[in-house]
């Protein structure tokens, strides 16, 4: 199973666009990247999921280089109803690992007015 | 109503009494799966189902046991809880395995 790694956590004002790098090097052809964001007292919501280059929806945007060893989750002009934990998940549904995988320790935002 | 729905929300059991969390979707989803989520560790995956009748063990999946006997319910069963199961359990379900997960509102679990 790849291994995600994430910051730990992050800081922006109102109005500033948020990226958070997710790195996973050990990556299979077959691996999706989905991130998911939690709220206080929340179940985990997904929010997005990629396989290459650049995937957007109303809510963020998934950016995946060529050799797919990381991801970036962009959220524009961020909010403070937007302070939460955001997860960056990788795997497939090919060879059953996907369905083990874990959702590590997250990256918490916070949005400070 | 449509969604995925988690019972009780929380539950205060005594050390070696057996518990049941509940967990129903009305998606007749294929995947449904258990996770527990403590300080300090994020969600870690107990045991999922990728089918009726057929389940699977995660990361965690010691003192546990689950069933699926329809494809809409997925129950965990602590058979004789322990303290260290003091957690917020998560059930969540998936119409397919490399799709996005819908999860429940959780159970906070105390066990005292």
């Known amino acids: 199973l790849a291994k995600t790694t994430q910051p730990i956590s992050m800081d922006s004002y109102e109005g500033q666009e948020v990226n958070i790098t997710c790195s996973h090097n050990n990556i299979a052809t077959n691996d999706y990247i989905t991130w998911y964001q939690q709220f206080p007292s929340q179940g985990p919501r997904f929010i997005i999921q990629g396989y290459k280059t650049k995937v957007t929806n109303e809510v963020a945007s998934l950016f995946i280089p060529a050799d797919r060893k990381s991801s970036t989750l962009s959220l524009p002009r961020v909010s403070l109803s937007d302070t939460a934990v955001y997860y960056c998940l990788v795997g497939d549904d090919q060879t059953g690992g996907y369905q083990k995988v874990t959702f590590g320790t997250g990256t918490k935002l916070q949005v400070i007015p | 109503d449509a969604g995925i729905t988690q019972s009780p929300r929380y539950k205060i059991t005594e050390t070696g009494r057996q518990v049941t969390l509940m967990c129903h979707q009305t998606w007749s989803h294929s995947y449904m799966f258990w996770y527990r989520q403590d300080l300090g560790h994020g969600l870690r995956l107990i045991y999922y189902?990728?089918?009726?009748?057929?389940?699977d063990k995660g990361e965690v999946p010691d003192g546990y046991v689950v069933s699926r006997s329809k494809t809409e319910n997925f129950p965990l069963t602590l058979e004789s809880a322990t303290r260290s199961q003091t957690s917020v359990y998560f059930c969540a379900s998936t119409e397919a395995a490399n799709y996005g997960y819908t999860f429940g509102s959780g159970t906070r679990l105390t066990v005292v």
């Open positions: 189902s990728a089918a009726a009748d057929i389940t």
